[in-house]
Every structure is written in C-alpha cells, then in structure tokens.
C-alpha cells in the first residue's frame, strides 16, 4: 500500500522536475507552463506543512486529533495570487509576441 | 496613536482605488488627488519617525489577536526612517511623472500608488507570510510599470523581470512553509524566539528554509550572481518608475538587515549568523561586477542601473560587517544613495529627450543639448554625489562606511575594492560626461524640448542631498541610534509578543 506521504511527496517533486525542465526553455509558452507547474507544487508543499491526517477536525479540542487549519489558509492566499500572476504572464507572453514579432525570452530568434 | 501605523498603507490603497474608479479621464483630478495622497504618506510617515525616534518600539495588532497568532505592524526606527524616504523619493518621482509620463498610457496612478503601498507594507511588517503579501504588491504593479509605456525592449526585459520575480516568490513560499512547518509560527519577533529552540533533527530544514529566504531577499536587492535581470529593465523604463524603483532594492536590503538582525543573528541556534560569513565578500563581488558594468555600458541609463547596483553593493559590505558602526553607516549611505540614484534616472531621462530620439542617452556623438548649461550642473552635481566624491554625502557615507571596516578583517579587501571600484566609476563617469555634453555638433536637434516643469523634482531631490550633507551629525546620530536599536533585539521582541 503505497502511502499518502509517498504520494504527496513523489507528486510534488515531479511537478518541481518537469517545472523546473519547462522553465529552462527557450519559448516564453513552456516557460509560462514551468512557472505553473512550479506554484502547483509549492501550493502543495505549503498545504502538507500542517502535516499529513485524514479525518481530523481543524479545531482544538474537539477530538484528540486534530489539524493546522493555518497552512490552508496560506494556500488559499497562494493560490489567488499565483493565479493572478499566472494571468498576468500569459498576458505578457501575447504581448510580447504581438510586439517583438517571436515567443522567445530573450525577444530574438536564435539568440 | 498606534493606530496610525496602519495609514501609511490605507492612504495610498485607497486613493489608488478611488483614481481606478475615476476611468480613464479626469487625468488633472487623478493627478492632484494622488499628489496629495503622497503629501500626506510622506507626512504620516515623518509623524512615525519622529514617533520612533525616543526608541520606543509601536506595534498594531489587527483584529487585536493575541501575539503571536494576528498579523502585527511594527514601528521602530529603522522602519520609520525607510518610510521617510520612500515618502520623499516617491514625491519626487510623481511630480516628475506628472509633466507627462503618466500620459503614455492607462491607469498610471493607480499603479504607483499601489507601488508606494507594498512598498510601505513591508517596512511595517512583522510578519513573515504578510512580507510575502506585500512583495506580491509591489511586485505585481512593478511588473505593469516595467512595460509601462510599450515599446519592444521594455516588453523583453518586463518579460525577463516577470518570470524571474515569479520563481522568487515559489521559493519565497517554500521557505516560509518549511519555517512554519518547523517552528509553527510566522511572526517574526516569534521566529526570533522559537529558531534559538529549534531541535537537532529540524536543523537542515531550518537551514534550507532560512538560506532560501535570503536567497529571495538578494533577487530583490540585486546581489551578486541574482542580478542579472536588474541593470537592462531598469535602463528601458519610464524615467519617474525607475526613480521610483530605486527604493524597491532597498526593500530587499532592509529585508536583508531585518532577517540578520532579528532571527538570522547571534545565538540563534542553528541558524546563527547564517549568512554572516558570506554577505560581505558576496556584496565586495556585486560591487565590483557592478562597477565592470557601469565601465562597458553603452548608454546612459545603463551606466546609472549598474550604479545603483554598485551602490548596493556598498552598503550591503557596511551591514556585512555586522557592528553597530558598519550598520549606521550603511544606512546614511543607504538614504544618499536612494534619493541621489533617483535623481539620477530622472537626469538621464532629461538628457536623452534633449538629444532627440535619434542617438537618446546611448554614448556616441550627437547633436547639441538643448539646455547644456542646466543638464550640466544637474548631471555633474548628481554624479558627485553617486560617486561618493566631496562635498556631497555619498562621500561622508563611503568615509564611514570605510572608517567602520578598520579593525576588521575585512579591512584591506574591502578598503581595497570600495576605492578601487570608485576609481573606475569616476572613469565611467568621465567619459559619459565627456561624449554626452561635449562631442555633439553644432546643429541643434529640433524635436528635442525643454526641461521645463521637469527640472523641478531634480532640484529637489539634490536639495534632499545637501539637506543630508548639513545635517550628517543628527542623522549620523539617529543611524547610530538605529543600528544599536537592531542589534539589541530583546525589546522588539519583548514588545511584540508582550503588546497588549
């Protein structure tokens, strides 16, 4: 039985692998990719950070078990502006194809 | 009165709503009503200094939380002193932006107002997860302001400058999960406390978390090898961002002193005196590369990105050296270096629509300056003072930087590198003057314009300057005050956790 924490840590690190791979690419698309890739698997480590349970109440004192309902806040507050920013790059990505005339980082082809 | 803490932060989030309601017209409204928002931050943030200046350390906790569970502001004397100088350096920058930058496209005040509120934002807090916050703020307005205005080398660098700030804020997030995974708590006068407890088996992890905190402070303040991204984006935009930008170095350098000193500092288990070994030589290397930059540079406003970085390089060394002396002495150069470096930009902005959009600020020989005699005392004046050289206060804030090295082992490197890399920015100077304001013919560009309203904010930012130079022994005094103030950490913390 393959357990959650194996999971939760292989499902990261192969996000941060392939994130990592994408954002050494040369196309401002597999770069936008990376960078998401990469926030998925942050949002996901910070969700872990209060510790792995299944079926503990985020409040004190009502079982003996019980989770840090903090690190999902953070989450959330991650998750809204990693969107925003993710927005925000795509944008610039168009933008930046429409100006320079390619989709590379660098603003020239072969560069 | 604490609860004036949090009005650096709301005055300028909520003029910059109120001029996003306004649309797209109404530009000398937005213009004034954000004039004024920035008048009164700079007031409510001189109220604060002097607030801080007895030494008293003011906290807000929102929502009146027990400590440490609510997010908290606090006020001491090295976040009143950069609130100061945020409130001036943006005041300036706005009135230059108002004779006309703002008109090159949309929503230009909103913008740098929400600007001015991260920035504010994160020299009043304490609290880790907040800081991430308000990076994010100001990051997220500075990537629009970096593309401000269009243009295809401001969208090629906005793009380098997005994606490399993307993955700074990634590693941000890791690192402060990993410190809360492993302290269970996010407040910093807290982590100052619970990383001193912290057992052998978290000791890798809260080395790793605390190394990839400052990792991220260093992207922000440029330091060497995480520069890379800082010298081209700062040379493409508008002229009143990148003076404005000047300050957002500094965001990481004050995030730099905050860490060493409060949680990263002496008897902090194993996270004690972390970065110590490696600041100074780091920031002598940043400090020369720099330099080596400013020397090859081919245009004006590169040449004053890489002297912001080198100036950054200089008071990074002084806080490297961790005394009471070195940290003081950083911070004077610290205010000099922020406001000279903003007229700078602005200075270069004037140059280069004088000598048309043909050859711009680039260093080759060009049609005559239209105004030669009030650029020239702009730009040699400005210059002096970025240099370091006499009478201005770069020169008393290097000289204290340098006196603050004796004894140190550091002495002859850094003696060594800090003259040395003056030299050679003299040089890079000269010779930016020379091709600049004397090899030009003698037609007379005609779309060029006079610097008009423009000259305004210049002239008062190096009255800023002089201002430095005649009061140097109360300010000196009030850095001496600020460094003891940082090095003593027992009352930050103590009024932090205690705050009613």
């Known amino acids: ?111 | 009165m604490k609860d004036l803490l949090i009005l650096p932060i709301l005055i300028p989030m909520l003029t910059a709503m109120i001029t996003l309601l306004m649309g797209d017209g109404l530009r000398n409204a937005k213009r004034w009503l954000g004039g004024i928002a920035i008048a009164a931050t700079l007031g409510v943030s001189a109220y604060l200094l002097s607030m801080s200046a007895g030494g008293e350390i003011v906290t807000y906790g929102f929502g009146d939380w027990p400590m440490p569970f609510g997010i908290v502001f606090v006020l001491d004397r090295l976040s009143g002193l950069m609130l100061t100088l945020t409130g001036v350096l943006a005041l300036f920058a706005y009135v230059y932006a108002i004779t006309g930058p703002d008109t090159k496209g949309p929503s230009f005040h909103f913008l740098f107002l929400m600007q001015i509120t991260g920035v504010n934002g994160s020299f009043l807090t304490g609290d880790l997860f907040n800081l991430f916050v308000f990076f994010e703020i100001l990051l997220l307005t500075a990537y629009v302001l970096v593309v401000y205005g269009s243009g295809p080398a401001r969208t090629r660098t906005g793009m380098q400058y997005v994606f490399i700030n993307l993955l700074g804020s990634s590693l941000f997030l890791v690192a402060i999960g990993v410190i809360y995974a492993v302290t269970g708590t996010l407040n910093m006068a807290d982590l100052a406390v619970k990383f001193a407890q912290v057992g052998a088996a978290d000791a890798m992890l809260v080395r790793a978390s605390a190394y990839l905190l400052i990792v991220v402070f260093a992207v922000k303040a440029g330091l060497f090898p995480l520069y890379f991204w800082l010298p081209h984006s700062y040379a493409a935009v508008t002229a009143p961002v990148a003076a404005l930008f000047a300050i957002m170095t500094k965001v990481g350098v004050y995030a730099i002193l905050r860490s060493t000193t409060l949680f990263f500092g002496p008897d902090q288990g194993f996270v004690e005196n972390l970065v110590l070994p490696y600041l100074l030589p780091v920031a002598l290397v940043t400090l020369v590369a720099a330099v080596l930059g400013a020397v090859s540079a081919t245009k004006l406003r590169t040449m004053a990105a890489y002297l912001l970085l080198a100036s950054i390089g200089t008071m990074l060394a002084g806080i490297g050296l961790f005394t009471a002396a070195g940290i003081s002495a950083s911070l004077y150069y610290l205010l000099h270096s922020t406001l000279i470096m903003g007229a700078l930009f602005l200075v270069a902005d004037l140059v280069s629509a004088q000598r048309g959009p043909d050859v711009r600020d680039s260093f080759v020989a060009g049609p005559k300056i239209r105004q030669p005699l009030l650029l020239g005392v702009f730009f040699c004046f400005t210059l002096i003072g970025v240099l370091g050289l006499p009478p201005l206060s770069g020169f008393l804030g290097k000289a204290q930087i340098l006196a603050a090295a004796v004894a140190s082992p550091w002495q002859t490197a850094m003696w060594a590198t800090v003259l040395l890399t003056s030299l050679l920015s003299l040089v890079a100077a000269g010779r930016a003057g020379t091709t600049l304001f004397w090899n030009t013919s003698d037609t007379l560009e005609t779309r060029s314009s006079e610097a008009g309203w423009k000259s305004l904010p210049i002239a008062g930012l190096l009255a800023c300057v002089v201002l430095l130079t005649v009061f140097a022994g109360p300010l000196t005094r009030f850095t001496e005050a600020t460094a003891n103030q940082l090095l003593e950490r027992t009352p930050y913390i103590s009024s932090v956790l205690e705050s009613p």
């Open chain 1, 1 to 111: 039985m393959i357990s959650y924490e194996f999971l939760m840590a292989s499902s990261i690190g192969v996000l941060v692998t392939c994130g990592i791979y994408l954002i050494l690419r040369s196309r401002t698309f597999p770069v936008v990719l990376g960078l998401t890739l990469i926030s998925y698997a942050v949002n996901l480590f910070l969700f872990s950070m209060g510790r792995l349970k299944v079926g503990a109440p985020p409040i004190l004192g009502a079982q003996a078990d019980y989770i840090d309902p903090l690190p999902q806040g953070l989450v959330l507050t991650a998750i809204v502006i990693g969107f925003a920013m993710t927005a925000f790059a795509i944008t610039l990505a168009v933008k930046a194809h429409v100006v320079l005339g390619n989709d590379h980082v660098d603003g020239q082809e072969g560069a």
